[in-house]
Structures are given as structure tokens and as C-alpha cells.
């Protein structure tokens, strides 16, 4: 097994990462990858915002609380941080 990723590789692992369904030996060849890699490190900061997202939506699709304003405002902040 070679240690250093491509990108594509990468972002394999990240998405199996949400899931929970990476390796040990995975995860650690993406933190390594993301280290040097811009693109991946900015995509699994996204995917793991989205997941945060996705986790306060129940099956039926309705949102499980609501944000506040204050909340709302300091997600607004970290998508255009984002972006
Ligand atoms: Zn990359």
C-alpha cells in the first residue's frame, strides 16, 4: 500500500470518513495529504460543516431545532469564511 494519496483518493476517504466507515491507516494518510493539499483540506472542512448540517435534519427531511439569530449569523460567518 502506497502512503501518499491523490487527491481523488483523498476525498474518498474524507467521504467515508463522515460515515465512519474509514481506517485508522486512512485517516492518516488524509490528515497527511491535507497537510500539504489546500483543495482537499477546504473540502473536508466542507464536508464535515455539511454533515454537522445534514445530523440536525431527521429522515422525514424536518429540522430537529431551530437556529436562533445568533446562530444563525455565526454560520453565515463561517460559510463566507469558507468561500
Ligand atoms: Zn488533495
Do not use: P, W
Not at 10 to 21: D, F, L, P, R
Not at 29 to 58: E, G, I, P, W
Amino acid at each position: 500500500m502506497k502512503f501518499k494519496l491523490t487527491c481523488d483518493e483523498a476525498t474518498a476517504i474524507c467521504s467515508k470518513n463522515q460515515y465512519g466507515e474509514a481506517s485508522v491507516t486512512d485517516k492518516f494518510r488524509m490528515l497527511f495529504h491535507v497537510l500539504f493539499c489546500a483543495v482537499c483540506k477546504l473540502y473536508s472542512k466542507q464536508n464535515t460543516f455539511m454533515t454537522k448540517c445534514m445530523s440536525s435534519v431527521d429522515k422525514k427531511g424536518v429540522v430537529k431545532s431551530k437556529l436562533n439569530s445568533e446562530e444563525k449569523e455565526e454560520m453565515a460567518l463561517k460559510i463566507k469564511e469558507m468561500v
